[in-house]
């Protein structure tokens, strides 16, 4: 069974900084990993969708790798700002089942 | 605009009572999911749908049931079975490809009084 963890659980930083999110997964057999923006109280905006084909995309300020054969994924975030406070969430469509397997989250908040 | 539309926001339950939420998306997208999410843990796969009149169930489906009886709708309903049932629960949706990703709705927090 597909599981996935997120480190740091949680994460503070001043503005500015470039900061790193971690995300693994245990099944390389995956066709997707999908990073999504969770604000309090509402729900998920995808950021970013990296096929099992693929090393990266990018998408403004937001970087994200996936090196499938070792089950890894971060997401780089440049230039931190306070809007960028928020959870993230990574998930990985694997091909066991039709449905995503999410990681528990990293709380990020960025201090102006 | 295209989108999914979760109603209501927040529900209030009575012990005993089924209630039922509503997810509605205008994208066409074959497949429909819904999930749950309690406080600092991920989201947990409760039902999905991947065409009208089929579905299967997730991780957590016990004290859950669902209908698929039009392509754009896809509602829960939470039985008086579920034990434990305030948490927020998220619909989403997707094509029925392995490479498209999902969109998700703004979500309906229930809470048992």
């Known amino acids: 069974k597909q599981e996935v963890t997120q480190i740091p659980a949680a994460l503070s930083v001043p503005e500015g900084e470039n900061l790193v999110l971690n995300c693994s997964f245990t099944?390389?057999?995956?066709?997707?990993l999908q990073w999504f923006r969770q604000d309090p109280g509402k729900g998920l905006t995808s950021l970013l969708l990296?096929?099992?084909?693929?090393r990266e995309q990018t998408s403004g300020r937001l970087n994200a790798s996936l090196d499938k054969s070792s089950g890894r994924s971060t997401l780089y975030i440049a230039a931190s700002q306070p809007g960028d406070s928020a959870t993230y969430l990574c998930a990985v469509r694997d091909t066991g089942r039709r449905a995503l397997t999410f990681g528990s989250g990293t709380r990020l908040q960025v201090q102006p | 605009d295209g989108g999914i539309t979760q109603s209501p926001k927040y529900l209030f339950r009575k012990e005993g009572q089924n209630v039922t939420l509503s997810c509605e998306q205008n994208l066409n997208h074959d497949a429909m999911y819904w999930y749950r999410q309690d406080p600092g843990q991920g989201l947990r796969l409760i039902y999905y749908?991947?065409?009208?009149?089929?579905?299967q169930k997730g991780d957590i489906a016990e004290g859950y049931s669902v209908s698929r009886e039009k392509k754009e709708s896809f509602p829960l309903t939470v039985t008086s079975a579920q034990k434990n049932p305030t948490a927020f629960y998220l619909c989403?949706?997707?094509?029925?490809?392995?490479?498209?990703?999902?969109?998700f709705g703004s979500g309906t927090r229930l809470t048992v009084v």
């Open positions: 990296i096929q099992s084909s693929q």
């Open positions: 989403a949706s997707s094509p029925d490809r392995v490479d498209y990703g999902y969109t």
């Open positions: 099944d390389s057999a995956i066709y997707n």
């Open positions: 749908s991947q065409i009208v009149n089929d579905f």
